[in-house]
Nanobody, 119 residues
């Protein structure tokens, strides 16, 4: 089993910054993907940033240039640095870890952390 614990959410004014952290523990494979998703009220949960165990990253267009995902392999921790925040960034942010074998993939989720951006 894998457990993910997030921290770093909160209330910030538009234009401000926040840094989210997510630490994974348990049975973690060397090869895995970690990602940040977010879900605003009444909307689906969408991926906004992802990083492989080799450090390759991908971003949703809505956050490209403002958010940066990074990871510390030794600590099994992934970070999301969020700059130039907008009210539209308000959502619950979830950490995800995906890993598996040759014929399966399994997703693990954190509990979510609220990010609120005031105008």
């Amino acid at each position: 089993q894998v457990q993910l614990v997030e921290s770093g959410g909160g209330l910030v004014q538009a234009g401000g910054s926040l840094r989210l952290s997510c630490t994974a523990s348990g049975s973690i494979f060397e090869d895995n993907h970690m990602a940040w998703y977010r879900q605003a009220p009444g909307k689906q949960r969408d991926v906004i940033a992802a990083i492989t165990s080799r450090g390759n990253t991908n971003y949703a267009d809505s956050v490209k240039g403002r958010f940066t995902i990074s990871r510390d392999g030794a600590k099994n921790t992934v970070y999301l640095q969020m700059n130039s925040l907008k009210p539209d960034d308000t959502a619950v942010y979830y950490c995800n870890l995906r890993q598996g074998g040759s014929d399966y993939l399994k997703d693990y989720w954190g509990q979510g952390t609220q990010v609120t951006v005031s105008s």
